[in-house]
């Protein structure tokens, strides 16, 4: 067999491989998610943990697609499981920004407060400053529930122009007065949300 022969028939191995996990990658998705769509978390366990579904992703995207369902199942465990398996899955910084941030928004709900201060240092070490911030804010408005942001955020409202922005400081400032107790600032943010929810629509 001349080497040139051999270099085809590792091309040709080296196609139908990644056909091949291609295909086996879209089944997996398609398993999981009708799978979750109908409420069976186990089913969709039972198929990310075979091995042909874990060798058709990436490390990070098999670990977001677990994510997802664990979120969805509303598991704490594996969601735990997750993002435990942060440091010892291989991914570019903003991959890991984009799952701690997936999990600061179940840990905010869930209002755990040893988890999210969890996932804020591990945004301080891989200094992700921006998404560490948003996170920060998350903390501080839904599980310490305070105003910390409430001057900040009443001057970005004064100098912005922007609709959606508006529509998102209003909904944080009406949280944030009801965590300070301070009800007439809430209702008068309530009704300028309410006249900019009638615009839209």
Do not use: P
């Not at 440091?87 to 799952?99: A, D, G, H, P, V």
């Amino acid at each position: 067999m001349d080497g040139l022969t051999i270099i085809v028939i590792i091309l040709v191995i080296i196609i139908i491989s990644i056909i091949l996990s291609r295909l086996l990658k879209r089944k997996a998705i398609n398993d999981v998610y009708t799978n979750m769509e109908n409420k069976q978390f186990d089913k969709c366990f039972e198929i990310m943990n075979k091995k042909w579904c874990k060798i058709s992703f990436s490390g990070f995207e098999y670990l977001m697609l677990r994510l997802d369902v664990s979120m969805a199942a509303q598991s704490n465990k594996h969601v735990e499981e997750c993002m435990d398996k942060l440091s010892t899955t291989y991914m570019s910084k903003k991959r890991q920004e984009q799952i701690l941030y997936m999990g600061m928004t179940y840990y905010v709900e869930k209002e755990n407060k040893k988890r999210c201060e969890w996932i804020l240092k591990q945004l301080e070490k891989i200094k992700s400053d921006t998404v560490y911030l948003e996170a920060l804010k998350l903390y501080h408005v839904f599980v310490l529930k305070d105003g910390h942001y409430i001057n900040d955020m009443e001057k970005e409202f004064s100098e912005t122009d922007d609709i959606q922005t508006k529509k998102a400081l209003a909904s944080f400032l009406v949280i944030q007065y009801e965590n300070v107790g301070n009800i007439q600032e809430m209702n008068k943010y309530k009704k300028i949300l309410k006249k900019y929810q009638k615009e839209v629509t």
